[in-house]
């Protein structure tokens, strides 16, 4: 009997070994399995290798994560770069030069098309939105045509510059009443411009009325504000924030929930389990509901004016294009820089642009901004979306096997193209020009290189002398004066850019109209920002004072 015991317990343990054998194996099977694989040739991290999470440490670690990205390949000494972002998927390639940029995205376009990451993000707030679409899917075809006419000179001249003028007027007002209150001390700017911002984009999308407004809300509310009589001189005042309208809030949980997303691995899935929360669950349903209403309203402002028809929104001009298409088939269309250094300069040149509007002592009509050319006013402008790098990624993916710089890119590959750093707002870093594609090399000249001050502030870069009219030394604004990708480039390019410019020109104007502003301390301004859907200033500070221009134009 004691035999047998024996030989039974000899048996569990050499089971029990067998196991762990078996399981010891498994497991150094699968941790090889699961080691990210590098492409071949393209340079990479050689400890991310090693681990099952590959670079996601390192990057989860910086302070700034997508300028962590971007970065890498000129830590490397390096054009391109791969990193292993995502556990379990292929390495994901990084592209820091402008000329490989721009010959992907507008004359590669065969080969890279829209990346899945978009759709990963965004698909949830709004899954019918062309940014989200490859450019091969069926549906954004159709979206080209329903959006065609959003970004002509008519739509924005007749549709959206009334309503980009109007939310201008707006901020004016509020932060008139704020100059008057912070008694000489700096506040935030942060939020208003981003409410003005909101509020222009809602009137031009949906043709929402200024009592709806969320700067109007804000302006109402402040203005029984009382300022604390016992602030000390250079400390920041701070205002209330008003309520905000459950509409308005809906739109503004979109960047929140496209955040969520972009930190996850499975970003899907974690923007469903954050609809769980009440929160984010009421400004989904309040989305669907503010379009359906703002479609009725449309609707029925079509059908009541007949003939008499003029848009008031991008909503209203996209349903009355159609309706009008099928009845003949029946019957057979924020960020406000702090980078103006020289501001007496700049207001020089709006004074001078706009000299009807000193002479009666009112402000630029928004006729004479949308139709003035200001030199230096537009580099300012230029050079600040350069500097600024709003956005600083952008996604692709490969469609076939192709090449970037004389490597292979196997098919599926996620790229992504830096709209900041080397060749834009750093030194490039040297490419080989034989492994350029013809294409590239052939469009070498068409935009120069920026010299050896690439990385300051310098809105001169933009202007240059010409020749006009038979005078000599005309200075005029430049857009091809060198690399700028603030709004990407190719037929995917940014498609509300104009409108963005739009807006941004003419709050700048207003806003430099209207008042000077004043130095704050160093702690309140700078270059440091804040990574949400977009980069955001960490600190947006202004100190303003009147300059007595208090006659507002007609509105439109």
Known sequence: M?????MFAGLVD??????????????????????PVPIPGIPYNEDAVMRAFGDLKAMKSAKYRRRWIWSQPREHGTAIYQLFLFPFRRPTVIVSDYREAVDICSRRVKEFDRGTRNRECVGITAPNFHFTMESRDPRFRHHKELLRDLMTPWFLETVATPRVYENAVALVDLWGIKELKALERPFSANHDLYLST??????????????????????????????????GLGVVARFPTAPTDAYLESILDIPEMVAIAQKSFFPTLSQRLALLSPKHARAHWNRRRLIRKQTEQALRRISSLGDQYTPKSA???????????????????????????????????????????????????????????VPYFDAVVEESLRIASVATLISRTATCDTQILGYSIPKGTDILLSLTGPSLTEPAVPVSEPSRTAACRQAKDRIPAWGDDIGEYKPERWLKVESRDGSDGVQVFNPYAGPNLAFSAGPRQCFGKKLALLQLKTTMALLLWNFELQEVEASLSGWDITERLFNLPTNCYVKLRRTGHDKVADLP
């Open 315 to 373: 909503l209203d001009h996209l349903l009355h294009r159609e309706m009008m298409a099928s009845s003949r088939a029946g019957r057979a269309p924020d960020f406000f820089s702090p980078a103006i250094r020289d501001e007496s300069r700049l207001r020089q040149a709006l004074r001078q642009a706009f000299p009807g509007a000193v002479e009666e002592g009112r402000w630029p009509t928004a006729e004479e901004i949308s139709s003035t050319s």
């Open 14 to 35: 050499n089971t029990s070994v067998l196991g762990i054998l078996l399981a010891t194996l498994a497991l150094y099977l699968g941790y090889f399995t699961l080691r």
């Open 198 to 231: 909101l509020d222009t984009i809602c009137a031009v999308a949906f043709g929402m009325d200024r009592e709806m407004s969320a700067v109007g809300h804000q302006t109402r509310h402040i203005e029984g504000f009382k300022p604390v009589e016992h602030w």
């Open 2 to 6: 004691k035999l047998h015991v024996d």
